[in-house]
C-alpha cells in the first residue's frame, strides 16, 4: 500500500517520467551491456520506527461507572437466564413426563402379560381333570357313607343354642 504523500508525489513527476528513458531520468549514462537502474519499490522511502513506551509508573484509576456497568451486566445475564429456563423447563418437564408414561405403558403390558400367564396356569392346574389326575396319584378314593367321620360334635343343644341367637339377633 502506498502512502498518500507518495501517491501525491508519483502524480506530479509522471509527467516528467515519461518524456524521458528511464536511464536518462536516474542521471546516470547509458553505455553497451551496462546496467540499467530499475525505478524504486513502492513506498521505499517510507521508514517506520517503534518506540517503546514504559507504563510501569502509571496507575490505573477505577472507574466509578464500571461496577455499576459490570453489576448491571450481571443481573441482566442472571435474568435472561431465569427467562431462557422458565421458557425451557415446561418443556423438558412434558418431555421427562412422556418418557415416564411410555416406560408405565411397556410395564402395564407387560404385567398384563403375566396376568394372563399366571391365570391360564391357575386354571390349568385347578382343572376337575387334573384333580382327578392327582387324586388317582395319591390314591385318593371317595369314602363309603359308613365311614364319614364327623369332627365336630353333633350335640342337639349347641344346635338349638346357635339357632336362638340367630333368632334374638333379627
Known amino acids: 500500500m502506498a502512502t498518500l504523500g507518495t501517491v501525491y508525489h508519483r502524480a506530479s513527476t509522471q509527467a516528467e517520467e515519461r518524456e524521458a528513458p528511464l536511464w536518462e531520468r536516474t542521471g546516470a549514462p547509458r553505455k553497451a551491456g551496462a546496467f540499467v537502474p530499475l525505478r524504486p519499490y513502492a513506498n521505499e522511502d517510507v521508514y517506520f520506527f517503534a518506540k517503546r513506551i514504559d507504563n510501569r509508573r502509571l496507575v490505573r484509576q477505577a472507574d466509578p461507572r464500571a461496577g455499576q456497568v459490570c453489576w448491571k451486566m450481571i443481573a441482566s445475564v442472571g435474568l435472561a437466564a431465569t427467562l431462557i429456563i422458565g421458557v425451557l423447563l415446561p418443556g423438558a418437564y412434558t418431555l421427562m413426563a412422556g418418557y415416564q408414561i411410555q416406560t408405565l ?48 360334635s353333633r350335640d342337639e343343644s349347641n344346635v338349638a343354642m346357635n339357632s336362638g341367637q340367630i333368632q334374638t339377633g333379627k
Do not use: G, H
Open 105 to 152: 405403558r411397556q410395564e402395564s403390558a407387560k404385567l398384563a402379560a403375566e396376568s394372563a400367564n399366571l391365570e391360564l396356569r391357575e386354571a390349568r392346574l385347578l382343572s376337575p381333570a387334573r384333580m382327578e389326575q392327582l387324586a388317582r396319584q395319591q390314591q385318593f378314593i371317595d369314602p363309603e357313607p359308613q365311614k364319614v367321620v364327623y369332627l365336630e
